[in-house]
């Protein structure tokens, strides 16, 4: 089956640009989406990228997909205490109606 | 702009007790999902509904049922309960296929 992975922890210093990565291997993914999970919340859809796009850009955030090596990344520019959070990426598989599959996460930690 | 509601935020069950998570959405979306989060593991589909009166199982279906009881309400029924459905449960709702899902905060479910 499908399968995504994340690195589980990230910690950067305030001002500082945060890169986390994400890897997946379904190669019919049409949409690959980035949600962002504060503490005691439900998860906030922060961008989306579709599969024959190679870079998105939305104020401080920044979407690269490679899909030759299934490689999604998000850029936050600018890192704030409020960036501080568990992000998601999530993979959308061609057709199979509108199902996601979920990396595990990663917490990103904003230090001063 | 309530967008996707989920009853209870909270509840403790004994082993072997049942227990419907309502959701609802105010956004008139087509499709709607129940997942549940477990430390490590990201987010796990249960069952979804791609539109309404209609219901598919997702990747972890065992031990519940799910009822669409219109277009906007979408109910996770936990028949007997089990220590290991201990978990965070969300609901999430999209308008139509390829279009992103939208989460609901969750409800924290504890089974003792």
């Known amino acids: 089956g499908e399968d995504v992975e994340q690195s589980l922890f990230l910690s950067v210093r305030e001002g500082d640009s945060s890169v986390i990565n994400c890897t997946y291997t379904?190669?019919?993914?049409?949409?690959l989406y980035w949600y962002k999970q504060e503490p005691g919340a439900g998860l906030q859809l922060l961008t989306y990228i579709f599969s024959n796009m190679d870079m998105k850009q939305d104020q401080r955030l920044t979407v690269l997909l490679n899909k030759k090596d299934k490689h999604l990344s998000l850029r936050i520019a600018d890192t704030q205490t409020g960036d501080s959070a568990i992000y998601f990426c999530a993979e959308k598989e061609e057709g199979g109606g509108n199902k996601l599959t979920f990396g595990t996460g990663t917490q990103l930690k904003v230090e001063l | 702009n309530a967008g996707v509601t989920q009853t209870p935020k909270f509840q403790v069950l004994k082993t072997g007790q049942s227990m419907t998570l309502q959701c609802a959405q105010d956004?008139?979306?087509?499709?709607m999902y129940w997942y549940r989060q477990d430390p490590g593991m990201g987010l796990r589909l249960i069952y979804y509904s791609a539109s309404e009166g209609t219901t598919d199982k997702g990747e972890v279906p065992n031990g519940y049922n799910v009822s669409r009881l219109n277009k906007r309400e979408f109910s996770l029924r936990l028949e007997s309960a089990a220590p290991s459905q201990t978990s965070v449960y969300f609901c999430?709702?999209?308008?139509?296929?390829?279009?992103?899902?939208?989460f609901g905060d969750g409800t924290r479910l504890s089974i003792l």
């Open positions: 956004m008139n979306h087509n499709s």
């Open positions: 999430a709702s999209s308008r139509e296929n390829n279009q992103p899902q939208h």
């Open positions: 379904d190669s019919s993914s049409t949409y």
